[in-house]
């Protein structure tokens, strides 16, 4: 069966330090992959995406994320994180074989010291 | 240019009673997905609609929820005869009919159950 897997529930760091959050997922298909962000209250936000090509993509706020098929894995980074970053995020797989419908990780939970 | 429109944002229901959440995609999107996120828990995957149809229920309870998308106006899901368990977070999703797109949210309905 699919999955997703984020096996960080919590994460800390201090402002302006790196950031790497981590997704395995189990798929048989040629995945498409998604992280998204998550404020509190609030509805979730693409921060990128991996649909085909490059396996290292780009996305907003400053955030990337690397492709690696030989480890089932997507995951996130961030050179330098700012206190605005603090929120949930969640790493999502979905494919045209299932309709399109995503399958979600459990999440990540990041808060920022100053 | 707005986004995937939830109402309401939140919603009191005693047991017993109907709820009903409504969803209006973005503009040109046909594709709506709903999604379920319990305290503490990421997004599963409830029901996928296109214009009145719906193409995968897979994630829906067996009993008490529906889901419509009609050809006028916006898509509806429905919770007959609310329980406390049913007390989450719904979001909703909308895509393009190009599937390889990825799928906006909107800001969620918070059902809370007395």
Not at chain 2, 32 to 55: A, C, D, S, T
Not at chain 2, 81 to 109: I, L, W
Request: with cysteine; proline share 6%; charged share 20%.
């Amino acid at each position: 069966a699919q999955s997703v897997t984020q096996p960080d529930i919590h994460i800390t760091v201090s402002e302006g330090a790196s950031l790497e959050l981590r997704c395995n997922y189990s798929y048989g298909a040629t995945p498409y992959l998604f992280w998204y962000v998550q404020s509190p209250g609030q509805g979730l936000q693409l921060l990128l995406k991996y649909f085909s090509g490059d396996t290292l993509v780009q996305g907003i706020k400053g955030f990337e994320a690397e492709f690696k098929r030989s480890q089932s894995s997507f995951n996130l980074r961030k050179p330098s994180v700012h206190w605005s970053d603090a929120a949930e995020y969640f790493c999502a797989v979905g494919a045209l074989e299932q309709g399109g419908k995503l399958i979600f990780g459990q999440g990540t939970e990041l808060s920022v010291k100053p | 240019n707005a986004g995937v429109m939830q109402n309401p944002r939140h919603l009191v229901r005693r047991r017993g009673q109907e709820a009903r959440l409504r969803c209006s995609p973005m503009k040109g999107h046909s594709h709506v997905y709903w999604y379920r996120q319990l305290p503490e828990e990421g997004l599963k995957f409830m029901v996928y609609l296109q214009k009145e149809n719906i193409i995968d229920e897979s994630g829906m309870p067996k009993e008490r929820f529906s889901a419509e998308f009609p050809k006028e106006g916006p898509s509806i899901l429905r919770i007959q005869q609310v329980v406390r368990g049913d007390s989450a977070a719904y979001f909703c999703a909308s895509s393009p009919a190009d599937r390889a797109q990825p799928q906006h949210f909107g800001d969620g309905t918070r059902l809370s159950i007395l």
